[in-house]
């Protein structure tokens, strides 16, 4: 796959839509075997059952994964943080 991967928490679909919008794939934590270039999650949004993750699904060009707490952040620097990935 050429595009970014992005996983998000069940919940936060403004922020999905926005990123598959933008062309990204989006998914959520379990739902890819592709490596995951980001993780966008909320402790407000609750979280139901923990990621599944491997070294090999956080692992792309020797970078680990960009983990990104959307009570912290706006949607738009997220938006930003995700497009600085390389």
Request: glycine residues 6%; charged residues 25%; proline residues 3%.
């Amino acid at each position: 796959m050429l595009g970014k991967v992005v996983a998000v928490q069940s919940g936060l679909d403004s922020i999905a839509n926005k990123l598959r919008n933008k062309g990204y794939y989006v998914t959520d934590f379990n739902g890819t075997s592709e490596p995951i270039d980001a993780m966008i999650y909320s402790e407000q949004v609750g979280y139901q059952t923990p990621p599944e993750i491997t070294s090999s699904r956080i692992l792309l060009n020797n970078q680990y994964v960009v983990m990104l707490n959307a009570d912290e952040l706006e949607e738009d620097e997220i938006i930003n943080r995700v497009d600085a990935i390389r």
